[in-house]
């Protein structure tokens, strides 16, 4: 004999509302197959209160927000749906979770793609964009050191110019012994120099106090009063131009790198004693059609606003440049007419471009952008490689130095 199922009360098993005769009798339906009226109604009734989603106009930040504000939306209605009391077979909860994966992996996709893209940006790279006719961009930094011999009586061949910070006192030091020791090579003068600006964070005067004894010292730090940020480091390559064409303008040749590269110098005069006579001389560890990048790095970063082009001009790496004299001089010239941008090496390269100078690409393979494992024979032939520590410029130095009768092929 078949027992009849119970009757369910007249009212919503989710609330207190008491229901029609129709509620009860579809209540009551539901109520035997595990469900509930009210509960289905709603969500139908939450459903229809959902916010269409509107396409956005273009591609921004604005419509990124937008994009994943709708997405959570959908995402909200999915959970509503999964974890509503309604009984749904296995098959359906699965397909809302690829659903919701797929969802998830398309957010990602259209973030990525609207933060690196824009309709604001220029496909073809225009230099003239950053020139002004009036001078308004002139740097007006006070020099609180400068170096102790002077130009004009040592009439130098080559003048290197390092990138420092005040607190990189090891670095300076390891330079001093190994690379930059000597004075003459093959019978030319060569003069190194750092290159700074005033610390930024200091308890007291103790730092600033350390880099003037250093520069009575040795004589060999160029500092001006602006505050030596990365942010900044345009600042130091204008104080350096400024410095060249100020104090120095009788230097044959000029080279622009940092404390952290290994130059192997004698390499370095012997490779600049065979160029070609010309004023437009500018090599280096050339870098050709470099995007402008627009992600989250914040190092890299550069907004559209400070370079609206999708490439940066020719260039060389600023771990070290090499250029003309002369060429230094009509560089420093047309700067007061270019506003500074966050990277220097792109900003010297700025200046190229309109001054229509071609970079020389270096038929050898002797500049290094990353570092490479120590062999004597490939640091005998490189001029220059990037991404050396102290201690290891030190260690080099000295095995390069005791292993003169080695011979390479």
Known sequence: MEVPLPTPPPRSCGGSRPLSSGEASRNAELWRQGGCFWKEEEVVRRKRRQVPW??????GKTCASELVVQILKVTGILLQIT???????VMYIRQLKWIFLSLLVFSVIAIWYITLSSNTVIERTNAMYFYEYEPIYKQHYLFTLRQRLKCEDINPFLVILVSSEPKDVKSRQAIRITWGSKNFWWGHRVLTLFLLGQEVHREDNSATLSVEDESILYGDIIRQDFMDTYDNLTLKTIMAFRWVTEFCSNARFLMKTD????????NLVKFLLKLNSSENIFTGYPLIDNFAYRGFYKKTYISYDEYPFRL?????????????????????????????????????????SILKVNISIPEDKQFFLYKINFDICKYRHLIAVHGITSSEIIRFWQDLSSDASLNCL
């Open 312 to 352: 940066f001009p020719p260039y060389c790496s600023g771990m070290g440049y090499i250029l003309d004299g002369k060429l230094a001089l009509r560089i420093y010239e047309l700067m007061s007419h270019i506003k500074p941008i966050k990277f220097e090496d792109v900003y010297v390269g700025i200046c190229l």
């Open 83 to 89: 974890y509503c009391s309604v009984p749904v077979s």
């Open 259 to 266: 404390a952290d590269v290994f130059i192997n110098t004698g």
């Open 54 to 59: 509107q396409p956005p106009e273009r591609p």
